[in-house]
């Protein structure tokens, strides 16, 4: 029997030691690492550094204003994401749900734009912000598309939100489509007997249902918009300035672009990570209480 039960866990550590190994070596150490050399001033070139405490984490914190702009900024993106992205998302499975022809048209069409790399996307909306736009106001009566949608530092923003909704949008959408499946039918329809309207139904029968999609769908923009960085990058580049530059811009920029301050690109990104963790842990602490009282 124990030799049995050795063969078992031997063969469970074959099955998993390959994808441990991948973990640990591309996300467990560079982790790591990135942790200890956040207490150093090293340059990321040379083998010698200097430990010198939360020197850089001070620095971030108290005397760097790129840093807390960027910050600021990022925040601002993640709560617009976060709301607008589920609530267009929930929208659109609950009227693609809704239909009884075409489900499959619709998905796929809302699902493509999920489908194109993000930093190409990028690039196509700044073509359509500065050609297509302001030839279609031209043309039409629409006078409020001509403007500097990546140039002026107060619409820039909401050009970053959306090429980032369109892209992102179908992705939740597919995820609440799945949880909308599994709404019995039969609670539906008792609702409706009772005299509720679509909406008192929606809210006190099938919202209640999905919970378990809401929290999944929430986990998971809260985290991208925290990190996001390509659609900047490509759009924007940060810019007029550093108007839209988000937290990983910043980060990156201290480390490769100009500084090389590796250290202290390395403290603010413990600190990103930090506020990642907090606010997801808080997420996620609430809608299990949600998903539980539902």
């Keep these: 029997m124990p030799n049995k039960s050795y063969k078992r866990y031997l063969s469970l550590f074959a099955f998993v030691a ?32 200097d430990f010198i405490g939360f020197a850089n984490f001070a620095e971030a914190l108290g005397e760097d204003p790129d840093f807390v702009n ?12 976060i709301v607008l992205q589920n609530v267009i998302a929930l929208l659109l499975a609950v009227l ?7 489900k499959g048209f619709f998905r796929t069409i809302f699902f493509m734009p999920n489908m194109i790399s993000i930093i190409i996307s990028a690039f196509m909306w700044t073509f359509i912000f500065s050609s297509v736009l302001p030839q279609i106001a031209k043309k039409t009566m629409l006078t409020f598309l001509d403007q500097a949608w990546i140039g002026d530092p107060n619409v820039s923003f909401w050009s970053i939100i959306i090429v ?4 992102g949008v179908g992705y939740m959408m597919i995820i609440y489509l799945a949880a909308l499946q599994g709404v019995p039918q039969s609670l539906k329809e008792a609702a409706v007997i009772d005299g509720a309207s679509p909406f008192q139904t929606f809210r006190n029968v099938t919202l209640p249902m999905i919970t378990h999609a809401v929290t999944i ?23 007029p300035g550093r108007s839209t530059q988000v937290i990983t811009m910043n980060i990156f920029e201290e480390a490769f672009s100009n500084n090389f301050r590796y250290g202290y690109a390395s403290a603010k990104s413990v600190i990103l990570f930090v506020i990642i963790l ?14 539980v009282e539902a």
């Design 278 to 291: 907090i606010f997801t842990l808080i997420q996620v602490t609430v809608m299990k209480k949600r998903e």
């Design 96 to 102: 693609i749900e809704s239909r009884t022809r075409s």
């Design 70 to 81: 960027s910050l600021w900024f990022t925040l601002k993106y993640v709560v617009f994401i």
């Design 164 to 167: 980032s909704l369109w892209n």
């Design 18 to 49: 390959p994808a441990f190994l991948l973990y640990a070596v591309f996300l467990l150490i560079p982790t790591l690492g990135g942790m200890f050399y956040s207490f150093t001033d090293w340059n990321g070139l040379n083998r010698t550094y």
């Design 217 to 239: 769908c929430l986990f998971l923009t809260l985290n991208g918009a925290f990190k996001v960085f390509d659609v900047v990058y490509g759009l924007t580049g940060g810019g």
